[in-house]
C-alpha cells in the first residue's frame, strides 16, 4: 500500500473529458483551510451536459495486476443548488461497457456544500 501525491496541475493531462461538448481544464481558487488562506488547483468540467459526462483517466494496463484493490480518495464538488445523495465513481476499461465499483457512494453533494472527501 503506498499513497500517492501530485504536484498542483497545470494542464489536464492525462485526464480528459469523456464525453463532448464538455471539456476540462485546471482552475484555481483560494480558500480559507484551518484558518490558513490556500490555493486549490482542481479539474474543472465546463459544458457538462448529460450526467453520465465526467472526467477520465488512463492506467496502462501493467499497473493493475489482475486482483488488485484500490481505495481511491479524493475531493469533489458539484455547483448547483440541488442535492445529488446518488453519486458513485465508476472505474470502467477502456472500450468496453463493463465497470466496477466498490459500492461506496460519496456523500450527498451540491446544494452549496462545497468541497466534500470521497472514498471508494
Known amino acids: 500500500s503506498a499513497d500517492g501525491y501530485l504536484d ?6 492525462p485526464l480528459y473529458s469523456n464525453r ?10 483560494t480558500e480559507i483551510i484551518d484558518g490558513i488562506e490556500t490555493e486549490n488547483s482542481f479539474y474543472r468540467l465546463l459544458n457538462r451536459e448529460q450526467q453520465y ?7 496502462p494496463p501493467g499497473c493493475v ?8 480518495t479524493f475531493r469533489m464538488r458539484i455547483n448547483d443548488s440541488r442535492t445529488f445523495k446518488r453519486v ?8 468496453t461497457n463493463s465497470w466496477k465499483s466498490q459500492g461506496q457512494w460519496c456523500p450527498p ?10 472514498t471508494s
Open 20 to 29: 463532448s461538448p464538455s471539456r476540462l481544464i485546471v482552475a484555481t481558487e
Open 88 to 95: 458513485i465513481p465508476e472505474f470502467r476499461a477502456k472500450g
Open 8 to 13: 498542483p496541475p497545470k494542464y489536464p493531462f
Open 65 to 72: 495486476p489482475r486482483g488488485a484493490q484500490y481505495e481511491v
Open 53 to 59: 459526462e465526467s472526467l477520465s483517466f488512463p492506467v
Open 109 to 118: 453533494m451540491g446544494g452549496n456544500r462545497g468541497w466534500v472527501t470521497c
